[in-house]
Antibody, heavy 118, light 113 residues
Framework: QVQFVQSGAEVKKPGASVKVSCKAS????????IHWVRQAPGQRLEWMGW????????KYSQKFQGRVTITRDTTTSTAYMEVSSLRSEDTAVYYC???????????WGQGTLVTVSS | DIVMTQSPDSLAVSLGERATINCKSS????????????LAWYQQKPGQPPKLLIN???TRESGVPDRISARGSGTDFTLTISSLQADDVAVYYC?????????FGPGTKVEIK
């Protein structure tokens, strides 16, 4: 079955960077895209961007352009999402999810809590 | 950006009764070239990731009970749970994937009365 295993919770100081991993299994990694969505405490879901796991092409929300980098390693079926210049407002659960470029997400990782605090 | 709104913010429904959630987009999410509405519905329970329920505004995902249905087109959409069960207690989100950034509604919390 389709499964995503994300890396563990992180605590970072303002200004630091964090890189979250998402290892996929149960399907052919390169035939889908991986989306990243975050959810701050008590807030709605917020789409950050996607990577087409086959082509490596990426698309980012303008809000995160320049501060977020999404990559993938096809040899390990793993996607990564790095956020730089962290601020307290980036405290959230970060999810990876499977979809296509313009599609909904049909399978989700368990989420990674990133806490930004001095 | 397309702004998604939902109503109500929350609702409490008796077991076996109907629950209806509305979702509105600030612009049409109907792509005329394929006549598809780029609108999804998700269910999220506490401590869990969202679960996709409905795709293309009205297509139920495999395994989703048929008491959950959705309809709508253009800018106005509705999710209906025809006979609420205890397992349906959750927050429900609509999402447009018509244009980036994909955006979600604020969520509707469904509880048992």
């Amino acid at each position: 079955q389709v499964q995503f295993v994300q890396s563990g919770a992180e605590v970072k100081k303002p200004g630091a960077s964090v890189k979250v991993s998402c290892k996929a299994s149960g399907y052919t990694f390169t035939t889908y895209s991986i989306h990243w969505v975050r959810q701050a405490p008590g807030q709605r879901l917020e789409w950050m961007g996607w990577i087409n796991a086959g082509s490596g092409n990426t698309k980012y929300s303008q809000k995160f352009q320049g501060r977020v980098t999404i990559t993938r390693d096809t040899t390990t079926s793993t996607a990564y999402m790095e956020v730089s210049s962290l601020r307290s407002e980036d405290t959230a659960v970060y999810y990876c999810a499977r979809g296509h470029d313009y599609s909904s997400c049909d399978s989700w990782g368990q989420g990674t809590l990133v806490t930004v605090s001095s | 950006d397309i702004v998604m709104t939902q109503s109500p913010d929350s609702l409490a429904v008796s077991l076996g009764e109907r629950a209806t959630i509305n979702c509105k987009s600030s612009q049409s999410v109907l792509y005329t070239s394929d006549n598809k509405n780029y609108l999804a519905w998700y269910q999220q329970k506490p401590g869990q990731p969202p679960k996709l329920l409905i795709n293309w505004a009205s297509t139920r995902e495999s395994g989703v009970p048929d008491r959950i249905s959705a309809r709508g087109s253009g800018t106005d959409f509705t999710l209906t749970i025809s006979s609420l069960q205890a397992d349906d207690v959750a927050v429900y989100y609509c999402q447009q994937y018509y244009s980036t950034p994909f955006t979600f509604g604020p969520g509707t919390k469904v509880e048992i009365k």
